[in-house]
C-alpha cells in the first residue's frame, strides 16, 4: 500500500511563490504516475499537474501552465510542485495521488492512492 503525505502549504500572498513536496513510501512501479489535484469546498477535486516516475511526460492543467512546474526525485520517491505568482484563485486544498501505469490521466478516479492534502491559501 503507498502512502502519500504532502507537505508545504501554507498562507502566501498574491504574486509569492511556494513549493509542494510530495513523499511517496515508494515508487509505485517504474512506469507509475504521480500528480496533484486541489480542491476548495463544494467543487470537485480538479486536475493540477502530473508527472510520470520515468520523466517521460508531464503535463498541467491550463489554469496552472506557465506558472507552475513539476519535478521528481526519483531517489528520495518524491514529487514537487513549484508554484510560482500565486494568485487567490490558486486558494484549495493541494492533494497528491498516484497510479500504477502510464499514461498521465486528468480524472480523480484515475488515481489510487491519495494523499492526506496540504492547505494553500492565496491572500490579496
Known amino acids: 500500500q503507498v502512502q502519500l503525505v504532502e507537505s508545504g502549504g501554507r498562507l502566501v500572498q498574491a504574486g509569492d511563490s511556494l513549493r509542494l513536496s510530495c513523499a511517496a513510501s515508494?515508487?509505485?512501479?517504474?512506469?507509475?504516475?504521480i500528480a496533484w489535484f486541489r480542491q476548495v469546498p463544494g467543487k470537485e477535486r480538479e486536475f493540477v499537474s502530473a508527472t510520470t516516475w520515468s520523466g517521460r511526460s508531464r503535463y498541467y492543467a491550463d489554469s496552472v501552465k506557465g506558472r507552475f512546474a513539476i519535478s521528481r526525485d526519483n531517489d528520495k520517491y518524491t514529487v514537487y510542485l513549484q508554484m510560482s505568482n500565486l494568485k487567490q484563485e490558486d486558494t484549495a486544498v493541494y492533494y497528491c495521488?498516484?497510479?500504477?501505469?502510464?499514461?498521465?490521466?486528468?480524472?480523480?478516479?484515475?488515481?489510487?492512492?491519495w494523499g492526506q492534502g496540504t492547505q494553500v491559501t492565496v491572500s490579496s
Open positions: 515508494e515508487r509505485t512501479s517504474s512506469t507509475g504516475v
Open positions: 495521488a498516484a497510479r500504477n501505469w502510464e499514461p498521465i490521466v486528468t480524472t480523480a478516479g484515475g488515481y489510487n492512492y
